[in-house]
């Protein structure tokens, strides 16, 4: 008996220890599944608080407040290292901030994690576009389009990529189709324009300009842009017209002071063309061509010391502008000062070869020490005389100007003429033949003639027997 009592109780026993090996394994696999469910909770948690860290960040990049969004992009990456559009949107604001290197990794970094985000390529075209790596630039828009055909901005950017590669053929087609795809977006008919204006399709420039001007009437730089061209067509009451318009809406805006100088010179106003240019100085201490053109309205006022003074600021802060050069040459030689005079003009036909007026002023100038030092006084003075006359006229002949979104040097010239013939006059009681060689700066051939006739009888009231031969265009 006592046997099977024993028995009895070591089955029990072995019941028991298998009964609870067996709940042990029932909580292990429990608790493994409950470690799972809380994993993907916590994962699914996290995932979502990066995407609403990411979503803040997209709200309030929308409202340009760039600190505030970066603070969010760089959060949500921390909470899912693999989320790509945050590391697209964190590239595009440091591309804003010029932080060059870190948006072009940050752009890498969502390409890498997914090729398939034409955003990626599209902000890292952007960096590759400030840092002036044109070709990289356009690569990378291209794959954003291949992407997504309908990526409006990558058209526009690559527009202007291939703007600063003076592709304007390829520009204009990229304007077309984002303008296409977004017909209301007056920045792209602004830069069209720009392209048109570059290929010399001034009209059509015009057109883009007014375009942008009805979509944006409050954009001073439109006006600016569109007044370029009528200051290139000589309409220069439109181009009045629209720089003032254009100082209206920013009265900062140094450029079209500038530009709006150079057209009252242009039409004859001295007074104001000095007043505006002097505004545009405050303004812009180093615009080379307001110092240039109220150098030449000062010569033609006849107030040589300030003109020389402004000729002197224009060299300092451009070198190898071959029109100050002449201009000062011009100055120096109506105070007599042909010493001076003469360097001027050789640096003015160094930078530009083919500067009549400069050559011609230089070959009279010798010649007048030539004669002089012959004892030939008079012809010597007579030329000197015409000379000074020939440089003061040269003044209204050309003039620079300020681009609406910085300095360009583009002179404005009537047609060259060479007028030839022959006159006698009393000279010292005695009548003397002299003959006629000048370039003169004319609206026509009957301007030109008149003009030489007029300095021949105000250099030599005894003049008589004056016959011009020949008057022809200069090439």
């Not at 005079?341 to 530009?352: G, Q, V």
């Not at 060689?437 to 003009?451: F, I, M, P």
Request: charged share 25%.
């Amino acid at each position: 008996m006592q046997k099977c009592k024993y028995n009895s109780a070591e089955q029990q026993s072995r019941r028991m220890t298998a009964y609870y090996k067996e709940g042990v394994l029932a909580m292990k696999k429990i608790t493994l599944l409950l470690t799972a469910v809380f994993v993907l909770f916590a994962a699914t948690l996290y995932a979502q608080t990066a995407q609403t860290r990411l979503d803040n960040g997209k709200r309030l990049f929308d409202q340009d407040k760039d600190d505030e969004a970066m603070q969010e992009f760089t959060e949500a990456i921390r909470l899912d290292p693999n989320l790509a559009e945050a590391y697209a949107y964190r590239a595009r604001l440091y591309n804003g901030k010029k932080d060059y290197d870190r948006g072009l990794a940050d752009a890498n970094k969502a390409i890498q994690l997914n090729p398939r985000l034409a955003m990626g390529y599209f902000v890292r075209g952007n960096v590759y576009k400030n840092k002036n790596d044109n070709d990289r630039a356009i690569a990378d828009y291209t794959e954003a389009i291949k992407l997504d055909p309908q990526y409006v901005f990558a058209y526009f950017n690559r527009a202007m990529a291939y703007l600063n590669k003076k592709d304007y053929d390829r520009t204009i087609a990229d304007f077309n189709q984002g303008i296409r795809l977004n017909p209301n977006d007056a920045d792209a008919y602004n830069n069209r324009g720009l392209a048109y204006s570059k290929k010399g399709d001034k009209d059509r420039a015009i057109a883009d300009y007014t375009e942008a001007i009805r979509l944006n009437p409050n954009n001073a730089t439109f006006y600016g842009n569109r007044s370029m061209i009528y200051l290139n067509k000589n309409d220069y009451d439109r181009t009045i017209a629209d720089l003032t318009q254009a100082i209206r809406l920013n009265p900062n805006f140094a450029g079209a002071y500038s530009n709006r100088g150079k057209a009252y010179l242009l039409k004859g106003d001295t007074d104001r063309a000095i007043t505006d240019l002097t505004q545009a100085i405050r303004l812009n201490p180093n615009d080379v061509a307001a110092y240039s053109n109220r150098g030449a309205a000062y010569g033609i006022k006849e107030d040589i010391d300030r003109a020389i003074a402004d000729l002197n600021q224009a060299i300092r802060l451009n070198t190898n502008d071959a029109m100050d050069y002449r201009n000062r040459g011009a100055m120096y030689a109506r105070k007599g000062d042909y010493d001076r005079a003469i360097p001027d003009f050789e640096a003015t036909l160094r930078l530009n070869p083919n500067d009549q007026i400069a050559r011609t002023g230089l070959d009279d100038l010798k010649e007048a020490q030539r004669l002089k030092n012959a004892r030939d006084d008079a012809l010597a003075e007579w030329m000197l005389k015409e000379l000074e006359r020939r440089m003061m006229g040269a003044l209204m002949g050309g003039g620079s100007s300020s681009s609406s979104s910085g300095s360009s040097s583009g002179h404005v010239f009537r047609y060259t003429y060479n007028v030839q013939g022959s006159f006698t006059a009393t000279v010292n009681g005695k009548i003397t033949p002299f003959t006629v060689n000048e370039l003169v700066q004319a609206t026509s051939q009957g301007d030109a003639r008149q003009q030489i006739e007029n300095a021949i009888k105000n250099a030599y009231p005894t003049a008589n027997n004056i016959n011009i031969t020949r008057i022809y265009q200069q090439p």
